[in-house]
């Protein structure tokens, strides 16, 4: 940086450096658009004794994905709906140059890794990106060498899996 300064200073510029952001502005920027109607978290546990909750899966979870990469951006999206109806969407803008194939396997891996936060062991996978979803299959090889390490990220999300699916569904019914 000093042997920036020496050169820029030769034209009559000066270099200023950004200066870090204090973690009160951040915190009060988060103050200010508190919610009204907030409740604090309660983490008072009343049956102390019980040793372990557990839930039984009649269906397997489903997970919806689909991106969308123009010139307004590049916004990803997924769904994830549990067994007994629940919807837990999840949404992202990317802010890098990506194509519409890029986008749909960044949708499925944020889904994919909801899931896996969420514990879930059998999993529907649906999409209307032919490519991804048949690559992911294995019907299709994958050679578009921007997508192949999306493949491998994908497929090592996978093993946290006992059973998953991917369906390929057209776009109109999506």
Known sequence: MARWQILLSEFDIVYVGQKAIKGSAITEFLASRALED???LNFDFPNEELMCVATTEDYPWKLSLDGASNAVGNRIGAVLVSSNGDYYPFTCKLYFDCTNNMVEYKACIMGLRAAIERGIRALEVYGDSALVIYQLKGEWETRDPKLINYRKVVLGLLE???????????????
């Open 38 to 40: 907030y409740e604090p």
């Open 160 to 174: 946290e899996f006992d059973d998953i699916t991917f369906n390929y569904i057209p776009r109109d019914e999506n």
